[in-house]
């Protein structure tokens, strides 16, 4: 209750009293004092709504934000619940397990920027990361920045950035177990304690699956369906393991201390396409990330300042002894590693209902290429040093209801790469470059729940060491390769609100994007391909979110329309749609639930695509439905679900030749012994 209905109530108050402090006078006016009404004027309060801290990187931003494990499903994976966000789009190369990267709003994904909780996992040995080598099982939620990326990252992507966060200390003590088809497991158990002032976290985790699904085999003959036959995926068994652990330090509200360090470990069979199955390919990844966060705020929150560092070490280990990929014998050993070490300051509360945040970066990155099988020496070691300042302003006049944004982040990158081409020769290539990306927002608070937003920003992505020199083997470097440019602009508004048990929230934004020197492999040889500067795209589009809750029963959706479309000079390419850029996404999920029993359903819709650049190879749209039904007979802290996926049993193929699965059903069965944060139970 704020002052003015403070003083509204004494108001009235007094008003009633006055006739008994009055009682010398006649009765009849002291009745009629009793029987006054006394009208008093409408107040109206307004001011901005206490934001997320998502939403507080990048205020005037389109951010999504993904809760997992709060729905009856059995069995959850990171692509079925990122690709329920509006403008994004995720790629699959084989089902559970397979490699699977992410687009935001059309462009290629290794524009994406993608982190675990704050540290980089994009990297410039592999600028694009692939969903099967994230820690599933210890995600608590996903944050999602759509075109603007928070300065603050050690990273930043121009198509925007994916930050996963993980369990924390305040994380439910729980077990669970899950059973599904094609020889699917998981299995994950979580444990936090507190004392005083610490906090500390442990989570193992494990999801494995045989991946012997059945699809239709086309034998290489995409136009030919008269000798497609049925088929059943081979060598396709994946074995994932995570370990997360984390200690927390709050000696006061104004001080805490981090330590975390996150495990992952994955050994799994490389099937190939479906046409040409290779039986004893495998891969082999391993990672390991110590990360050490200290934030300190003064007594009034006015000033905060945040120190953070990061050590990442990664081993790849791929073998095919018998070139059954195509692009020769291969027993690789790579190893990467990296190191940041970043500076937060922040005022709030200036002159204008102002802000001022700075930042400094300073992170340095190495690869070890090795690979005795391929006939060509190893080369020396390759590195990237990136040194990077930022600095955001923002104001908000009119009482806060109006809020202005201006930020830069300045990134001087060194590299010193060596590599060897396939003939032996040693490559030295030593530069330096530096990236700017400027960004503009605003954000207006309309009143009745409106909220209006937009964004413009210009970035660049500095080539990786893939592009840069190759692989040894059919990628041949190419060390004078542009940064990829982009600039974009987006504007909408979101409209949230109650009324009685019903609450709703709709947001509507609109984005345009163009992009030129796009790094491209182009074929070099009959055996061979290089990157190169060769490609512009013009992107454009609408996204649509809207989320419905009335009592047990609640309604949550996304739409994406887009247009994706090659603007450059190679004539045999331009004008066409660029692949694997469906023009229409959506994504509805129903549930309701009732004392100890929750049932739900979704649908993800997906148009037509084309897997190649000449809009040849065209993949038709695709619906999957899926149903789920979880109970809690005994009521907490034992529940049972059971999930059917796919229930119209589509045969699909989100990339030419890599087939995703059909029907599955998964039963799981979950025991907490206290609640998630969320939960509302």
């Known amino acids: ?60 931003g389109f951010v999504t934000e993904i809760r997992l494990g709060t729905t009856g499903r059995a069995f959850e994976t990171l692509s079925e ?90 994380a439910p003590r ?19 304690a507190a004392l005083g002032a610490l906090a500390a976290l442990l989570h193992v985790g494990y999801q494995g699956s045989e991946g012997d699904f059945g699809y239709l085999d086309d034998r290489g003959t995409p136009f030919n369906p008269d000798d497609d036959r049925a088929a059943r995926r081979v060598n396709n068994r994946f074995d994932a393991s995570t370990a997360v652990a984390s200690l927390s330090f709050r000696p006061r509200s104004q001080m805490r201390i981090t330590l975390r360090e996150d495990l992952f470990h994955k050994i799994q069979g490389v099937p190939g396409l479906s046409a040409a199955a290779a039986r004893h390919t495998r891969l082999e990844f391993l990672r390991s990330l110590t990360q050490l966060d200290a934030t300190v705020s003064s007594p009034s929150g006015r000033t905060r300042l945040k120190a953070s560092t990061g050590l990442s070490r990664e ?21 990467l590693g990296a190191e940041h070490a970043g500076l937060t300051l922040a005022w709030r509360d200036l002159p204008l209902g102002g ?31 990136t040194r990077a300042a930022g600095a955001a302003l923002e104001i908000a006049p009119l009482s806060g209801r109006l809020l202005l944004r201006a930020a830069q982040r300045v990134d001087q990158i060194r590299d010193r790469l ?19 990306a400027p960004q503009l927002g605003l954000r207006l608070m309309a009143g009745s729940g409106v909220e209006l937003r937009g ?68 074929r070099n040889s009959p055996s061979t391909v290089k990157a190169q500067n060769v490609s512009r795209a013009q992107i454009r589009g609408e996204e649509l979110s809207f989320r419905l809750a009335r009592s047990a029963l609640t309604v949550a959706g996304s739409l994406t329309w887009e247009s994706a479309i090659d603007v450059g000079p190679v004539p045999y390419w331009t004008g066409k749609r660029l692949p694997q850029r469906p023009g229409r996404e959506g994504y509805l999920r129903i549930g309701w639930g009732w004392r100890r029993t929750e049932v739900g359903g979704d649908v993800h819709l997906m148009s037509d695509d084309y897997l190649d650049r000449y809009n040849s190879y065209r993949a038709g749209g ?45 039963v799981s069965c979950e025991a907490r012994l206290t609640h998630r944060k969320g939960d509302g139970k």
């Open 355 to 385: 802000a001022l945040e700075l930042t400094g970066l300073l992170r340095d990155e190495r690869a070890q290429l090795a690979d005795p099988a391929d006939g060509v020496a190893d080369p020396p070691g390759s590195h990237r040093a």
């Open 455 to 522: 964004n413009w920003s210009k970035a660049e992505r500095a080539p990786e060491f893939l592009e840069l020199f190759g692989d040894q083997g059919s990628v041949l470097g190419n060390p004078a390769l542009l940064p990829e440019h982009s600039e974009s602009w987006d504007a909408g508004g979101e409209w949230s609100g109650t009324a009685g048990p019903t609450s709703g929230a709709v947001e509507w934004a609109h984005f345009e994007s163009r992009a030129r020197d796009l790094v491209l492999y182009v």
């Open 315 to 335: 081993r790849s280990r791929f073998s095919d002894p018998e070139a059954e990929l195509g692009i020769g014998r291969h027993d690789s050993d790579d190893r």
């Open 418 to 436: 060596r590599s060897r081409d396939a003939l032996g020769s040693l490559a030295a290539t030593d530069r330096s470059r530096q990236l700017v």
């Open 1 to 60: 209750m704020n002052a003015a209905h403070i003083l509204m109530l004494a108001l009235a108050v007094d008003s009633t009293q006055e006739p008994s402090r009055d009682s010398s006078r006649n009765a009849g006016s002291t009745h009629a004092a009793r029987d006054t009404v006394v009208l008093l004027p409408e107040v109206r309060v307004e001011r901005s709504r206490l934001l997320s801290l998502a939403r507080r990187r990048v205020p005037t």
């Open 81 to 170: 619940a990122l690709g329920a966000a509006a403008g994004l789009h995720v790629q699959q190369y084989g089902g559970l397990g397979a490699f699977s990267t992410m687009s935001l709003r059309g462009a290629p994904p290794g524009q994406v920027a993608v982190l675990l909780d704050g540290s980089p996992l994009s990297s410039a040995a592999h600028g694009i990361v692939s969903l099967a080598d994230l820690p599933a099982t210890a995600v608590e939620r996903v944050e999602i920045y759509r075109g603007v990326s928070p300065l603050e990252f050690p990273v930043v992507g121009p198509a925007g950035a994916i930050n996963i966060v993980t369990l924390d200390g305040g």
């Open 622 to 666: 695709r619906t999957l439905v899926g149903v789920w039904l979880a109970l809690d007979p005994f009521a907490r802290p034992l529940r049972l679900m059971i999930e059917g996926k796919n229930l119209g049993d589509e045969r699909a193929a989100d990339v030419a030749g890599f087939p995703l699965p059909g029907r599955s059903l998964f």
């Open 174 to 192: 729980e077990l669970k177990l899950t059973r599904g088809s094609f020889g699917t497991w998981e299995g994950r158990l979580s444990g936090s």
